[in-house]
């Protein structure tokens, strides 16, 4: 097939049009900061408490963001009347139990990624939010940027051809004690950078029929260092993709098929350009500013507002089966290499 005259135009709403829920947020690390960043900045969402281990930590972020609310303990605030919505920010190891304890209080939950420990949790998760009539979803808001949903048009009208190959990789240098070095707190690449390049081509290909992986653990043997996964379709086609801590790598990402072929500007997972390039040379170009976590985070959210408008208790841009799909590959790929968390032993 022939490449279009021109990209088709992103089908995302402006998320300031966003129905405006109250939300509660749930830890206040690094991304809880972010998140709320773009929630203030980007749309009309109100977010109107926060929760921390401590009043201390509670009361600092409630300060920096102006929040009306600030309470020492996560069951407080999913306790709370004011509070429609709760979104958990918390190590990969608590999103579990965090976010069983929004639903057991009847609030819809936006759970940072990956959803859960693994792929049992995910469904456990899943099955409360359904007995609870409540919304639960992953944020992965790599799939509900606007340059994603460009992606999703040309995927589904064709202009790729067959898609043979799917590369992803994502790496990120860390020291210290980050938490992404604590097997205490399911450290290491896995549960965390992968999480993109395995949801990207789950994505784009499917779930897999064979799942392959190697890793190369810290020096310390705390933590897996970088881990490399190879999925196998059923119909030939392959992904393969890469994660580090150790150093920094392009985090960059491309969907190859017959026809055509798109190249993601690194990093592919945020908002930044691509290229759609086909055999005879021929090309068109999305540009857009890299403006990472502060200029994307709220998409998601605003989603998530006109999902639970509709009734809707499951969001088709990243559905809970997705999510569940990704850990079942991350199970698969954590036996191979022998990656077993704390809690699981
Ligand atoms: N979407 C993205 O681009 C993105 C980027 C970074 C991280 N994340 C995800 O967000 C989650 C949090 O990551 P982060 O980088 O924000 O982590 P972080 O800076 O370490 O913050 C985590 C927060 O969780 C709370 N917490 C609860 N139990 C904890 C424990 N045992 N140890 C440490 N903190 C604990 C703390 O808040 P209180 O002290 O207030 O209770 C802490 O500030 C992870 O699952 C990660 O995968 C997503």
Redesign the pocket.
């Known amino acids: 097939m022939a490449l279009p005259d021109a990209l088709p135009a992103p089908r995302v709403p402006d998320p300031m049009t966003a129905p405006s829920l109250r939300w509660g947020i749930l ?6 900061d972010k998140f709320t960043q773009a929630l203030q900045a980007h749309t009309r969402q109100k977010v109107v408490a926060v929760g ?3 009043q201390s ?1 509670a009361d600092r972020f409630a300060q920096r963001f102006d929040l009306p609310a600030a309470v020492g303990s996560y069951d407080d605030l999913v306790q709370r009347d004011d509070v429609d919505v709760i979104y958990v ?4 190891n ?2 579990h139990e965090d976010a069983l304890r929004a639903i057991g209080a009847g609030k819809h939950v936006l759970v ?2 990956p959803i859960a420990l693994n792929a049992a949790q995910a469904r456990d998760i899943a099955a409360a939010a359904a007995r609870a009539d409540v919304m639960a979803m992953e ?1 992965l ?1 790599t799939m509900f940027l606007p340059k994603f949903d460009i992606v999703r048009q040309l995927l589904a009208n064709g202009v790729l051809g067959r898609i043979h190959t799917v590369f992803a990789d994502h790496g990120q240098h860390f020291e210290g004690d980050h ?1 992404i070095l604590r097997r205490d ?1 399911a450290g290491g690449p896995t549960l ?1 950078l992968l999480t993109y390049p395995v949801a990207f081509a789950n994505w784009v290909l499917g779930a897999p029929r064979e799942v392959l992986a190697r890793t190369t653990w810290t020096p310390n043997g705390e933590v897996t260092g970088q881990t490399s996964v190879l999925l196998m379709q059923d119909d030939g086609a392959q992904a393969m993709l890469h994660s580090s801590v150790l150093s920094r790598t392009p985090t960059a990402a491309a969907i190859c098929g017959e026809d055509a072929m798109i190249a993601f500007d690194p990093d592919f997972y945020v908002p930044a350009g691509f290229t759609v390039s086909d055999n005879a040379g021929a090309s068109l170009r999305h540009d857009e500013p890299e403006v990472a ?1 502060t200029g994307g985070l709220h998409y998601q959210a605003a989603q998530l507002a006109w999902c639970i408008a509709a009734g809707e208790r499951s969001c088709t841009i990243r559905p809970l089966e997705e999510s569940i799909q990704t850990m079942v590959i991350l199970d698969e790929a954590r036996r191979q290499i022998g990656e077993i968390y704390p809690e699981e032993q």
């Open positions: 830890g206040t690390g690094w991304i809880a921390s281990r401590s930590g920010a918390t190590p990969h608590h999103h940072e990624k944020a808001w938490r707190l965390d976590h």
